[in-house]
């Protein structure tokens, strides 16, 4: 009985102090700096975007999808930015380690995104080894930088090569399952095929493939409508915690009704990742839109949805960041680098955090 009374008095006594801090703080009518010490070690270094130790990956660790956002080892948010490379079979030349190598340390790309040609022309379908090795090559190269690769399944018909599209994923697992980089995207740009009856049932038996294997890393799904109708997915959504769904957009075509789908899926907890976009119209040519590819790049922020940028090619047509005859080898100079290049490499290199 005594016991339980010091230990009474205690318990008090720790929560009216506890109280009297608290109520002394609001009281007062002042905002405290929630740890004053942190203020000293801040003003050394005044530079908003200050070298960090380590990698990307060895800070972050393995990914995880929490509501509309992705979190990392240690439940905070991760917006992540990168460049998506161009298609496989037709831009071969760029899937090299050099490459990956100059994205991560010059562009300070914290993502890549290798995206295998499947049925077009000349992809996966007809030379599957080929193709493979080059995302092989990407994967390795993310993996031994620290930066995190979305591995896509680049196609507008993956419905009609779904066992294909199985066995790869199946190998991808087995072979990188366990290394936090990676991302799966199943399904590049869907057309104008049902949510409901084929993209859903797709993706969900190209993901318990992959579950065999890789039971938790994140995996992007693509949408209706070259994966623009995301708010189609709202009470029908894909039944495994770690999926984003993907949105695609070219600025100066797709401006705020596009935004608005995007509203509705995030109002409905359901987490985007803009895997692909360009500053062009939706061609991936045209008009350079800087205006509306600001008010994307701010809504993307607010709502801290990670992207990658169409694309790492040297194609004349302005979504494109290389000029004609780029090095395959990275170290590019401005002068090799398109209008388009040069707004998105400023994107990233005042936005991500640098690595030494
Ligand atoms: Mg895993």
């Given at each position: 009985m005594l016991k339980k009374t010091n230990i009474l008095i205690v318990c008090m006594l720790i929560f009216f102090v506890g109280f009297s801090c608290d109520s002394t703080s609001s009281s007062s009518g002042e905002t405290l700096p929630e740890n004053p010490t942190e203020t000293d070690t801040d003003a050394?270094?005044?530079?908003?975007?200050?070298?960090?130790?380590g990698t990307m990956v060895s800070l972050h660790g393995q990914l995880r999808v929490e509501g509309t956002n992705i979190v990392d080892k240690n439940n905070e948010v991760v917006q992540l930015r990168g460049m998506s490379l161009f298609?496989?079979?037709?831009?071969?030349?760029?899937?090299t380690s050099e490459?990956?190598?100059?994205?991560?340390?010059?562009?300070?790309?914290?993502?890549?995104?290798a995206a295998m040609g499947v049925e077009d022309f000349d992809g996966y379908i007809t030379n599957p080894d080929r193709e493979k090795q080059k995302v092989f090559t990407i994967i390795d190269a993310a993996i031994e930088q620290g930066i995190y690769v979305i591995v896509d399944w680049h196609s507008h018909h993956a419905e009609d090569y779904e066992e294909e599209a199985k066995a790869f994923f199946t190998e991808v697992a087995q072979k990188y399952g366990n290394q936090p980089n990676i991302i799966y995207e199943l399904y590049?740009?869907?057309?104008?095929?049902?949510?409901?009856?084929?993209?859903?049932?797709?993706?969900?038996?190209?993901?318990a493939e992959i579950r065999?294997?890789?039971?938790?890393?994140?995996?992007?799904?693509?949408?209706r409508n070259w994966s623009q109708e995301v708010d189609e997915v709202v009470g029908n959504k894909?039944?495994?915690?770690?999926?984003?769904?993907?949105?695609?957009?070219?600025?100066?075509?797709?401006?705020q009704e596009l935004r608005a789908k995007a509203q509705v899926a995030l109002d409905n907890n359901l987490a985007l990742f803009v895997t692909e976009y360009g500053t062009t119209d939706y061609s991936g040519d045209g008009f350079i839109d800087v205006n509306e590819s600001n008010t994307w790049w701010e809504f993307l922020d607010d709502n801290n949805i990670s992207w990658c940028n169409w694309s790492v090619a040297d194609k004349e047509e302005n979504s494109a960041i290389l000029k004609p005859n780029a090095s395959s080898s990275g170290q590019w100079p401005d002068s090799d680098?398109?209008?388009s290049g040069l707004l998105v490499r400023e994107q990233l290199r005042s936005k991500n955090p640098k690595f030494e």
């Amino acid at each position: 009985m005594l016991k339980k009374t010091n230990i009474l008095i205690v318990c008090m006594l720790i929560f009216f102090v506890g109280f009297s801090c608290d109520s002394t703080s609001s009281s007062s009518g002042e905002t405290l700096p929630e740890n004053p010490t942190e203020t000293d070690t801040d003003a050394e270094d005044p530079s908003p975007n200050p070298p960090a130790s380590g990698t990307m990956v060895s800070l972050h660790g393995q990914l995880r999808v929490e509501g509309t956002n992705i979190v990392d080892k240690n439940n905070e948010v991760v917006q992540l930015r990168g460049m998506s490379l161009f298609w496989s079979q037709w831009m071969g030349q760029y899937y090299t380690s050099e490459v990956v190598s100059w994205l991560k340390s010059d562009w300070q790309c914290t993502v890549v995104r290798a995206a295998m040609g499947v049925e077009d022309f000349d992809g996966y379908i007809t030379n599957p080894d080929r193709e493979k090795q080059k995302v092989f090559t990407i994967i390795d190269a993310a993996i031994e930088q620290g930066i995190y690769v979305i591995v896509d399944w680049h196609s507008h018909h993956a419905e009609d090569y779904e066992e294909e599209a199985k066995a790869f994923f199946t190998e991808v697992a087995q072979k990188y399952g366990n290394q936090p980089n990676i991302i799966y995207e199943l399904y590049n740009e869907p057309l104008d095929v049902s949510w409901n009856t084929v993209l859903k049932r797709y993706h969900e038996a190209v993901l318990a493939e992959i579950r065999k294997y890789d039971p938790d890393n994140i995996v992007v799904c693509g949408t209706r409508n070259w994966s623009q109708e995301v708010d189609e997915v709202v009470g029908n959504k894909i039944n495994d915690t770690n999926v984003a769904y993907t949105m695609h957009y070219y600025a100066a075509t797709h401006k705020q009704e596009l935004r608005a789908k995007a509203q509705v899926a995030l109002d409905n907890n359901l987490a985007l990742f803009v895997t692909e976009y360009g500053t062009t119209d939706y061609s991936g040519d045209g008009f350079i839109d800087v205006n509306e590819s600001n008010t994307w790049w701010e809504f993307l922020d607010d709502n801290n949805i990670s992207w990658c940028n169409w694309s790492v090619a040297d194609k004349e047509e302005n979504s494109a960041i290389l000029k004609p005859n780029a090095s395959s080898s990275g170290q590019w100079p401005d002068s090799d680098i398109t209008t388009s290049g040069l707004l998105v490499r400023e994107q990233l290199r005042s936005k991500n955090p640098k690595f030494e």
